[in-house]
């Protein structure tokens, strides 16, 4: 037995519980809205059913295969799978060096994500020497330096510290880089999957930083990881007093061994690298430790050859998801336009829309109240000429931050640099429908 292609559709139409009169005032109001091209935060959420109003309210439905017999048992895996129809919603990867397999980074679905929050299995992963498999029995957290009395920390002895649990975003400072030059033509989980957004749980630096009576001359802390490459940076102090978390779960869930189990650091806001996974010592101290991650890796080349170090805060950024190049649209007519806007300096205050390529902006509608350092995401309705088309997003944040274009960006740093490219992204629309960055 076939179910009919339009049947979960008809479906949920039907369980709309929207009368036929309320129906026809939305599609007045739909049409109305039309000549607008963009609709903006009011137009849009009248917009709620956008198509299928003249459905037959009562429509008959296949009895499909499924529903005709008992379905798998409970427990049927006991930790929870998606659906099998949704195998295509997976990390992936971009290049790995056969020299270095360890060093390397798989990149988070985002253009298939819903929301703000990035499943577990989903997150985006950079490692510079695999995954270390750690026993959370044997691990140590060791806080030394300049402190009072130096200690050695189980995991049990953190999980007694007073918890919190915080919604903030993770990017690494490479995320975008491959823009620099101009399009690069790839999706958007190649341009920004190095980017995801958990609930981190653990306990404030500054409670650890107390505990163990810091001595007020130490400007910076050593932050070092147990992996094969015992990843470090140099943290200031500030902001480990200020919202630095020392984090065991994420989501609800202790970490996953890729995102640092059993311990890691988490700087809101930061670039990703500095948030050290596997996290096993800290050292206090009057200046940075100039680590390899900070003198050879992780600075920004300028265009007079010079180096920026300690750039620490990612900034203003947003970028489009649904549609992005692999979507196609299917005709001219209604599209919800819906995207992620971040900033490493605070709340999300304001994201623009352009469906022309930036001559003209529309004010999306933002997700409930946005979260400090966490992803917002944006949504504004679209009628599709058939035409050609140029969508845009463009954030501003709390401090009045506004995201650049790329010539902005270029005419600031040059093109010598690899990190923190936040530039307003491009998403080319063919009559066809077809979506590419180009
Ligand atoms: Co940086």
Known sequence: MQQRPDAGAAR?????????????????RALK????????????????SPARVDADPAPALDIAPWSLRQGEPVLWHPYGQPSSHERDVVRRSVTLKAATPGAASSLAPLHKLYGTITPNGLVFE???????????DAHRLALHGLVKSP???????????????????LECSGNTGREW????????????????????????????????????EAKWILAEGADGAAMSRSIPIRKALDDALIVYAQNGERLRPENGYPLRLFLPGFEGNMSIKWLRRLKLGREPFMTREETSKYTDLMPDGRADQFTFVMETKSVI????????????GFYEISGIAWSGRGRIRQVDVST???????????????????????RIGWQWDGGPARLQSRAVDETGEVQPTREQLVARRGVNSTYHYNGIQSWKVDPSGELSNA
């Open 12 to 28: 949920a139409d039907a369980g709309l519980t929207q009368t036929p009169t309320q129906a026809h005032a939305g599609r007045r």
């Open 126 to 136: 950079r490692h510079h020497a695999g995954i270390p498999l750690i026993d959370p």
């Open 181 to 216: 030059n101009g399009p690069s033509g790839q999706p958007v989980q190649v341009t920004h999957g190095l980017l995801s957004c958990c609930e981190w749980t653990g306990v404030p630096l500054s409670t650890l930083l107390d505990e163990v009576g810091y001595d007020r």
């Open 356 to 378: 022309d390529g930036g001559r003209s902006w529309q004010r999306a509608r933002l997700d409930g109240d946005p979260l400090n350092r966490a992803l917002t995401r944006f």
């Open 33 to 48: 809205g039309m000549a607008a091209g963009l609709l903006g935060a009011a137009s849009s959420q009248a917009l709620a």
């Open 321 to 332: 998801l649904q549609p992005s190049p692999g979507y196609r649209l299917r005709g001219a």
């Open 151 to 169: 200690r050695v920390f189980t995991m049990d002895d953190l999980l007694r510290f007073p918890s919190v649990s915080r919604i903030h975003f």
